[in-house]
């Protein structure tokens, strides 16, 4: 069985399991030995569930997710370093 075939086999676990439950099957659904294969050959389980075409990608990437967030964070410590710098001003006067 070659990789592909392997990469197939995984997929068909995870669509087959859907159709029996009618909901997105959980690791718990399987056999230890079958989430090692299905992790294996499809990565971690959100991915392996898009790649069977059960869950939809998320929107935005994980790596634009944390752009977006250190920049908020660094938005938010300039305003707060602003908003102390005027109380300090405030309680010299």
Do not use: H, Y
């Amino acid at each position: 069985m070659n990789s592909d075939e392997k990469r197939q086999r995984a997929l068909n676990l995870l669509r087959s399991r859907a159709n029996e439950l009618g909901t997105l099957p959980k690791r718990s659904d399987f056999s230890p030995d079958d989430v090692c294969f299905i992790k294996q050959k499809l990565g971690a389980w959100p991915r392996a569930l898009e790649a069977a075409g059960l869950k939809t990608p998320p929107k935005i990437s994980s790596k634009q997710k944390s752009k977006l967030k250190r920049e908020r964070s660094r938005k938010l410590r300039k305003t707060m370093k602003k908003d102390f710098s005027k109380i300090t001003e405030e309680n010299k006067k």
